[in-house]
């Protein structure tokens, strides 16, 4: 079963980690490297990419011509998308398994950030009714 693990963080202005001391930023990228390495080394990663910051986020709809409106950007969201990873894993609690361990990433000072992931089923075609 494929599941989506959405990390979502708190938006307190700019993209947060732009902010933290050189070797904070380093360890938490290597925290993810190692991550999706042993995820694809496990055979569970199916796709993972960190998001560019909510300063650069646009809503888009499309007007009753067809054509793109957009809304945003949206520095100001409460919290927002960082990143996410797609597993594809035997059970739902392996993924909220996964979904911890990707929560404990170290943040400033090397302390965990726990952040909330979301994890959710990735559909395999559309809901019977």
Known sequence: ???MMMMNTPSRGPY????????????HIQFMKDFAKKLSAAGE?????GLAGPDQAKLIRAGSDGRP???GVFPESKEFLA???IVD???????Y????E??????PGGKPLNLAIEVRQVMSGPPEV
């Open 16 to 27: 947060q980690v732009a902010s933290w001391p050189r070797k904070d930023l380093e360890a």
């Open 102 to 107: 990707a929560s404990a990433a170290p943040g």
């Open 45 to 49: 990663l199916v796709a993972a990419e």
């Open 69 to 71: 409106v957009t809304d």
């Open 89 to 95: 894993v035997e059970s739902p609690e392996r993924a």
């Open 1 to 3: 079963m494929k599941y």
């Open 97 to 100: 398994q996964l979904a911890a």
């Open 83 to 85: 990143g996410y990873w």
